[in-house]
């Protein structure tokens, strides 16, 4: 095991501590994408709407962007392991809360319509602690390897968090069907405990440079001034949001498994789990043979490819064709998120690395909840399959104008 450390692609997992974290995120992702899994098929199930399922994104959306602003000023100001770890508590108490609102025992007590309720106002509450969760966990990686070790971390970061994203879902599809909701619910409140536990092993992060005491809106405005004059981490995070709004088609594939490809619950299960895929592969290759030039073209070619691949997957009626679709989607995206992760470590200074995540969260949570909403939203007004593929062909569209009028995003290198 430590001859194979030795090798310059597990550089960052040298680094104890950096092991430790890795394996309480790779659990926390586990149990998100599980949860995100089966509470869309629990709303289908009691509303056979797909629009109640971009409802899901619309509520998580709203508080993770409010809250994300302030969380950044406190992460800059607090110690990143503790912070990470409450907010990884209180997502515990929240599954906890699911697994009793969805069981039969939940059922026999309340109507459909309080216990659907109940969901959505659960939702929110994970959308306040995502906005803690997620920037403290980009924070945290440059406080675990030494700077020059980076890239090599963000790599392993970025593929164990994808590989969590396909287990998720597949296990929480197959399990959902097998055992039933309580039980995978059960499972997750397991796997939320264990990382917990884990993150106990850590040393406190606290703020490795001298705390201003500025007024918090000052201290926010910094924040956004830094990312507004800083073209590469402005183009890259924009180019996501709009990318992913207009793109992705997770939010409704409880419909498309359901109605279209008559899969069920295990076959919505694979699909979920078909970008993880595609990401994992691609990115585990990059681990061993890194990308050192033309980074920003790539990315955008990436993007391109990945909206073709929504049209596909919106027009395909067949399993295979919509599951190869989702999994080459999942591969170019890995390869933009990589681009997009790296140029935000690396082009940020230390003192605001809480300020620049938290509004990072704030164009990935609106590009993938809002989006989801979306999603719902343009499928009742044109159909689900019309507003699949406008989505893909927005995206398309998004990438030509980038490649165009903003060329710096295509000279982009690191």
């Not at 509450?125 to 390897?145: D, K, N, Q, W």
């Amino acid at each position: 095991m430590l001859k194979l450390l030795k090798h310059h692609s597990f550089a960052a997992l040298r680094y104890p501590e950096f092991r430790l974290y890795i394996m309480a995120r790779f659990l926390f992702i586990m149990v998100l994408t599980m949860q995100a899994t089966l509470i869309s098929w629990k709303v289908f199930e009691i509303t056979k709407d797909p629009f109640s399922i971009g409802l899901i994104g619309l509520v998580e959306f709203v508080p993770a962007v409010i809250m994300a602003i302030y969380s950044g000023y406190i992460i800059d100001r607090t110690d990143k392991k503790k912070l990470l770890h409450l907010s990884i508590a209180g997502n515990l108490l929240l599954t906890i809360l699911f697994t009793f609102i969805t069981s039969k025992h939940a059922s026999s007590l309340f109507s459909q319509t309080f216990i659907l309720v109940c969901i959505y106002s659960i939702a929110f509450c994970t959308g306040i602690a995502r906005a803690f969760s997620g920037p403290t966990s980009f924070a945290l990686v440059s406080s675990l390897v030494p700077k020059k070790e980076m890239p090599n971390a963000v790599s392993w970061h970025m593929s164990t968090w994808q590989i969590a994203g396909v287990g998720g879902p597949a296990i929480g599809g197959i399990l959902y069907g097998a055992q039933g909701i309580t039980f995978t619910f059960s499972l997750m409140v397991l796997l939320l405990a264990l990382s917990v536990v884990v993150l106990f092993f850590i040393s406190p992060k606290p703020p490795q440079f001298t705390v201003s005491r500025e007024p918090m809106l000052k201290s926010i405005r910094e924040g956004f001034r830094f990312v507004w004059k800083t073209k590469e981490i402005l183009g890259v995070l924009s180019l996501d949001l709009f990318a992913v709004f207009f793109g992705g088609a997770t939010a409704l594939l409880p419909y498309f498994s359901e109605v279209i490809l008559k899969t069920g619950a295990e076959g919505l299960g694979i699909l979920r789990s078909a970008p993880g895929i595609g990401a994992i592969a691609v990115m585990m290759v990059i681990n061993f043979i890194p990308m050192k030039k033309d980074q920003g073209r790539t990315m955008l070619l990436c993007v391109a490819g990945f909206g073709m691949t929504m049209v596909v997957f919106g027009l395909s009626n067949m399993f295979w064709i919509s599951f190869a679709a989702l999994l080459v989607s999942g591969l170019l995206d890995g390869i933009s998120m990589i681009v997009r992760s790296t140029i935000l470590q690396t082009k940020t200074p230390e003192e605001m690395k809480g300020r620049v995540s938290a509004l990072n969260s704030i164009f990935v949570i609106s590009s993938n909840e809002l989006g989801a909403f979306e999603s719902g939203f343009a499928s009742r007004l044109m159909g689900v399959v019309p507003s699949v593929v406008f989505g893909g062909m927005m995206t398309l569209g998004i990438v030509v104008y980038t490649w165009f009028k903003i060329p710096t995003i295509r000279k982009i290198k690191y």
